[in-house]
């Protein structure tokens, strides 16, 4: 049995799926393809956001 130091294990980070984060979050297709097309189909969210040449409208 292996033993897993929790302070030494680091977190993953979380993969989506670029196209249905795009669709998710309200970013037009235009703009959810050149990210496919630079980043791949599968990126973490911070790839994503700092990618993106139109942020989301953030509504309050």
Request: proline share 3%; aromatic share 6%; with cysteine.
């Amino acid at each position: 049995m292996q033993h897993v130091d929790s302070n030494r294990s680091t977190p993953q980070a979380r993969v989506y799926d670029v196209v249905m984060y795009c669709r998710l979050h309200g970013i037009d297709e235009a703009e959810a393809r050149k990210l496919a097309r630079l980043i791949g189909r599968f990126a973490d969210r911070m790839s994503i956001q700092m990618n993106l040449t139109k942020r989301p409208v953030r509504f309050r």
